[in-house]
């Protein structure tokens, strides 16, 4: 991949082929031969290699030695790609997360945390804190629940925020000013909390997807619908709710430019 990139220098991306090591030898043979780092183009990326299975314990692992130069890595390659606007990265380890601050132009980040990723949380918060303005559309693939309104506070200008998890809410939060941009929402499951949380602020939204929303009955329905009527939702999909016929039938009145539509209802 090195030798490609090298070969390559207009490249805009290589598809989801990790890049991260092969421009972090770039990075260090230019290094070492007191020579200027070569930038490249690349303006998609994928970071990071996929974990490795252990038979005997049953569970993915990374090697120590890559596991342990992996901010490393991602600095070098980082600082390679000056013109990268979006980046999908596996979070081997919290000190990667803040190397991303090199990415001025990154506006769509995929963020995959791995089974000790709820540790590396802290650390994306803080770089979200810093960084979080710039970014348009962020998704969040975890083992465990993601704290949505720790993540939406620091995000003023999303148009799209995927949850590939159970989404919630770390404390009681009625408003929220930086959801009303945002355009697409997709969620695993969420609990009631982060239901109201989202459906009451994403007063914008024109696509709504949320695959398990077991919490979703007429009460709570009719809860959202006092603060949002999502009058510009265009397509909606929930494959699981509580919802009865009625409210079914509510929610589909309220949202009158409303052009495809799934309810799957299993409870």
Not at 109 to 120: I, K, R, T, W
Not at 126 to 142: E, K, N, P, V
Not at 155 to 174: K, Q
Not at 193 to 205: D, H, I, M, P
Request: hydrophobic share 45%.
């Amino acid at each position: 991949m090195a030798q490609i990139l090298l070969w390559s220098p207009k490249l805009i991306s290589v598809g989801q082929i990790d890049t991260a090591s092969a421009l972090d030898y770039i990075y260090r043979s230019a290094d070492s031969a007191a020579l200027d780092a070569p930038q490249t183009a690349l303006k998609r990326c994928y970071w990071g290699r996929k974990p490795l299975w252990n038979e005997f314990t049953d569970e993915y692992f990374y090697p120590r030695a890559y596991k342990s130069r992996y901010p490393e890595i991602i600095r070098n390659a980082a600082l390679s790609c000056p013109m990268l606007e979006e980046l999908i990265i596996n979070v081997i380890h919290a000190d990667c997360l803040q190397q991303l601050r090199h990415l001025k132009r990154l506006d769509v980040l995929c963020v995959m945390f791995g089974a000790s990723g709820e540790d590396c949380f802290t650390a994306f918060l803080a770089l979200l804190r810093d960084f979080g303005h710039q970014l348009r559309h962020l998704s969040i693939s975890a083992s465990f629940n993601i704290p949505l309104n720790a993540v939406c506070e620091c995000c003023p200008n999303l148009l799209s925020l995927e949850i590939y998890r159970a989404g919630t809410v770390s404390e009681i939060v009625e408003t929220c000013e930086n959801l009303k941009h945002l355009k697409t929402l997709f969620v695993c499951e969420v609990d009631t909390e982060g239901l109201l949380f989202l459906l009451q602020n994403c007063v914008g939204l024109e696509e709504l997807f949320i695959y398990n929303a077991a919490c979703l009955n007429d009460e709570i329905l009719n809860e959202i619908l006092m603060k949002n009527r999502f009058l510009d939702l265009k397509n909606l999909h929930i494959q699981q709710s509580a919802l009865s016929d009625n409210g079914c039938q509510t929610f589909l009145k309220s949202a009158e430019n409303l052009e495809k539509f799934i309810f799957r209802i299993n409870f």
